[in-house]
Nanobody
C-alpha cells in the first residue's frame, strides 16, 4: 500500500503561482511513476502531469505545458507541481497518484494509489 497526502492548494489570483506537494509513504513510492490529475466541478478528472521514477522523464497536458512543472525528490518521497501563470480554468481539486507499472500515465486507469486531493481556486 502507498499513502499519499497532497498539500499546497489555496486561493490565488489569475497570473499567480502555487506549488503543490504530494508526500508518499508505505511501499517504496520512489520506485514508481507519479502523476497529477485534476477535477473541476461538473467535469471529468483530467491528466495534468506525470514523472517517471527517476525524474528523468516528464509529461504534460497541452493545457498546462509551459506553465506547470512536475518534479520529485525521492529522498523525501515527495513529488511537486509548480504552477505558474495560473488561470481561472485551472480551478479544480488536484490529486496526486502512483502508477506501479508506469504505463499509460496520461490515463487515470494507469494509476493504483490516489491521494484525497487539494483544492486550487484561481480568481479572475
Amino acid at each position: 500500500q502507498v499513502q499519499l497526502v497532497e498539500s499546497g492548494g489555496g486561493l490565488v489570483q489569475a497570473g499567480g503561482s502555487l506549488r503543490l506537494s504530494c508526500a508518499a509513504s508505505g511501499r517504496t513510492a520512489s520506485s514508481y511513476a507519479m502523476g497529477w490529475f485534476r477535477q473541476a466541478p461538473g467535469k471529468e478528472r483530467e491528466f495534468v502531469a506525470a514523472i517517471n521514477w527517476s525524474g528523468g522523464n516528464t509529461y504534460y497536458a497541452d493545457s498546462v505545458k509551459g506553465r506547470f512543472a512536475i518534479s520529485r525528490d525521492n529522498a523525501k518521497n515527495t513529488v511537486y507541481l509548480q504552477m505558474n501563470s495560473l488561470k481561472p480554468e485551472d480551478t479544480a481539486l488536484y490529486y496526486c497518484a502512483v502508477a506501479v507499472l508506469g504505463k499509460r500515465l496520461w490515463l487515470d486507469v494507469g494509476y493504483d494509489y490516489w491521494g484525497q486531493g487539494t483544492q486550487v481556486t484561481v480568481s479572475s
